[in-house]
């Protein structure tokens, strides 16, 4: 099994651009998971898919982050404009039904200067 | 508020050693619990869980974890640290009375000094 594939693994971008984060969860999973880690926050759930649907979005911290789940296979955090307080490791999970062990992928190493 | 608490930010013990991080929630419900390591510099793995049966469960590296439905607690337990246990310990949770989402505790530093 491949695991959660993240990418990129590592992005440096300036302040204002836009950032994406692509995650393909484990084949068979049904439940994504988006995460933010830092050191003063910890690690902070974004955002939470079911079937590609929307569960949870209230971690999302502002109208710049949004996320999408078009298929099963993919989704994208995005960042526009981004600042440098969203430096942080995202990472994405995936989980198949609920009940079950929730596996990590590599994280995505975001700076913004 | 529901949340998930380790007490011990950072820890700090000799080789044989032993290891006791502490961690509770204050879900209803039923409720699965994970205890996740990470290395410097990498991504969180799963140590161990407990979903049900035994509450004292067993996993990976020589890591136990003890279930107490009546203090909330999930607490981490080795009786003889390595110098590679040094990392960053975190305690989930997910229950049904949140809609199953994996909320983790502040983490807890542990280096081991050779």
Known sequence: DAGVIQSPRHEVTEMGQEVTLRCKPISGHNSLFWYRQTMMRGLELLIYFNNNVPIDDSGMP????????????????????????????????????????????????LTVV | AQSVSQHNHHVILSEAASLELGCNYSYGGTVNLFWYVQYPGQHLQLLLKYFSGDPLVKGIKGFEAEFIKSKFSFNLRKPSVQWSDTAEYFCAVTSNNAGNMLTFGGGTRLMVKP
């Open chain 1, 62 to 109: 502002e109208d710049r982050f949004s996320a999408k789940m078009p298929n099963a296979s993919f989704s994208t955090l995005k960042i526009q404009p981004s600042e440098p307080r969203d430096s942080a490791v995202y990472f994405c999970a995936s989980r198949k039904d609920t009940g079950n062990t929730i596996y990590f992928g590599e994280g995505s190493w």
